[in-house]
């Protein structure tokens, strides 16, 4: 019985984490920065939901990136003008966020930080969410990252935020997206 109960704790620890982070990132206001054409920012998206209502689902238009009791909040670029823009025209990208690009298929990937003002990492993932690069990319560089292995994700965070968190080059994530826009 203490195993299944250690087994439901551990597997659900990373939603409360994530409850957490909402609560405070609600009431603390903290968001990132973006210009008039943005989807949005996760605070206001998680303002908009009833206080009463249980948050089991990302907000519109992001989707929670798990690494065992690591979650990003990130925001979902899942069309051709969502991913260009990108993290770009943003001052800052607050811990526990970043920007999940998401593509149709599976090949090698290149980023470069035209316009960025922050300095990010980035994850390319397979399709089974299996980390199989992470670069960190500088600020206004307009030369390409390119992944070393094809992918179908790219999670942008906050430069040094991987290696804080030991995530690495095999990790696994779990990935949960909650209602995309159309």
């Not at 991987?162 to 909650?178: L, P, R």
Request: glycine content about 8%; charged content about 20%; proline content about 5%.
């Amino acid at each position: 019985m203490q195993a299944r109960e250690d087994f439901h704790k551990a597997r659900y620890r990373p939603f409360g984490l994530i409850l957490g982070v909402l609560a405070f990132s609600t009431i603390s206001g903290a968001c990132a920065q973006s210009d008039g054409g943005s989807t949005g920012d996760t605070s206001r998206a998680i303002a908009a939901q009833p206080a009463s209502a249980p948050t089991r689902m990302p907000p519109v238009g992001y989707a929670w990136v798990i690494f065992g009791a690591d979650t990003v909040v990130a925001e979902v670029a899942r069309t051709a003008d969502e991913r260009a823009k990108g993290l770009m025209y943003r001052d800052e990208v607050p811990d526990g966020t970043g920007m999940l690009f998401v593509f149709q298929d599976s090949q090698v990937r290149s980023f470069w930080m035209a316009n960025t003002y922050v300095a990010l990492d980035i994850a390319y993932m397979d399709p089974s969410y299996r980390v199989v690069d992470i670069i960190a990319m500088e600020p206004l560089v307009t030369d390409s990252y390119p992944s070393k292995a094809s992918a179908m994700f790219g999670l942008e965070v906050r430069q040094g935020w991987f290696e804080e968190n030991g995530i690495s080059e095999g990790a696994q994530a779990n990935i949960v997206f909650g209602v995309q826009r159309r």
